[in-house]
């Protein structure tokens, strides 16, 4: 028997679209009546410590997240594929709030509404977009949406990637070595990477110290989008602070919710959202995971599937 257990997702947004979908197969809950030796898939976003507790026939493991940092570090993860979540609907979402806050750094928002709240008439130009380069590190599914939709827009575009990337009008930078010649001439520096131990806190003052100072009045701006665990919040309140950056805009943070007490919160050239720039459709999502694993249950290979050795 095929059994799907919905761990921790929302049960009312994707339990019965799953029941839909994979009838008669049966889709499960924690409370429900079921023997978990049974279980072949299992659908998770934030496993509790128990989530995978007598799961003996498990056979993949099915991420609601993009991201799997957290997924990975559960203490009782098992030794089957974990297949993440891959999505044009999610993608499309995260490049609308890449070129949102792309285009408002690069005309300079945090300048003109400081001008504005002082009734002050300055005329500074923003450099032409041709002028402006948007360096994006990480160039996977989601950094190559974003370079799709910020390249009609006319940015010069430079990414930075683990492996080297060849996507035509995009100058490619890769590894380590070449991480501060990306960085040198870049305006607006938008972050897409996964959380591995290699990224973790890679936007600090070093990184932001290295930006090109000279095109964007006020000073190069940081786009995160990706993992708060990538940034340094400390390090983040006193570049804005000292002008080594111009503008933040942070979706993600180091502690989830934001606290209060936060000083993130009051910095007005910092834009903040609560990690909301691309939630995972239930529509899309149940359609995804499905064909999972109806082609899985036929012998079909795993697609999207995560390499545990790289961390995503
Ligand atoms: P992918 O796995 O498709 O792409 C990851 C990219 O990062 C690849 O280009 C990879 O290089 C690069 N990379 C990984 N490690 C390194 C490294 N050490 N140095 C340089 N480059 C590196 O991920 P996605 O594009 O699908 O997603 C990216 C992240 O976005 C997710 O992990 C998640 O944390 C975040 N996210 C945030 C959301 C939000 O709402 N805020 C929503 C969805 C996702 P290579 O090409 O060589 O493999
Ligand atoms: C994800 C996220 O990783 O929503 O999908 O952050």
Redesign the pocket.
């Known amino acids: 028997m095929l059994l799907l257990h919905l761990s921790d997702v929302d049960e009312a947004r994707w339990g019965e679209q799953f029941r839909a979908a994979l009838g008669p197969y049966p889709v499960v809950r924690r409370r429900d009546d079921f023997d978990p030796a049974d279980v072949r898939y299992i659908f998770v976003w934030k496993p509790q410590p128990d989530a995978f507790d007598g799961l003996s026939g498990l056979k993949t493991i099915l991420s609601?997240?993009?991201?799997v940092d957290a997924l990975l570090k559960h203490p009782a993860l098992p030794d089957v594929p974990i297949v993440r979540?891959v999505d044009q609907d999610?993608s499309q979402r995260m490049s609308d709030y890449v070129v949102a806050h792309v285009t408002m750094h690069h005309r300079l928002y945090t300048r003109f509404q400081a001008d504005q709240k002082a009734r002050r008439w300055n005329q500074i130009y923003p450099p032409a977009a041709s002028e402006t380069t948007v360096g994006i590190m990480g160039m996977g599914v989601l950094g190559q949406d974003a370079v799709r939709r910020l390249k009609p827009l006319g940015f010069a575009l430079r990414s930075w990637s683990r492996t080297a990337r060849t996507i035509e009008g995009v100058e490619g930078f890769a590894g380590a070595e070449y991480f501060d010649a990306f960085l040198a001439d870049t305006d607006i520096l938008v972050n897409l990477l996964p959380l591995t131990p290699e990224t973790a806190g890679i936007l600090n003052s070093d990184t932001f110290g290295k930006l090109r100072r000279d095109k964007l009045s006020g000073g190069p701006a940081i786009i995160n989008a990706a993992r708060g665990g990538h940034q340094r919040e400390a390090d983040i309140v006193k570049a804005l602070a000292d002008g080594t950056l111009g503008a933040a805009s942070l979706d993600v943070f180091e502690t989830e919710p934001l606290p209060a007490s936060s000083p993130l919160w009051a910095i007005e050239n910092c834009y903040i959202t609560p990690?909301i720039a691309?939630?995972?459709n239930e529509k899309s999502g149940v359609a995804y995971f499905s064909e999972i694993i109806r082609k899985h249950e036929t012998g079909e290979p795993l697609i999207n599937v995560v390499d545990r050795s790289l961390g995503y």
């Open positions: 609601l997240g993009a991201g979540f999610l990690h691309a939630i995972s």
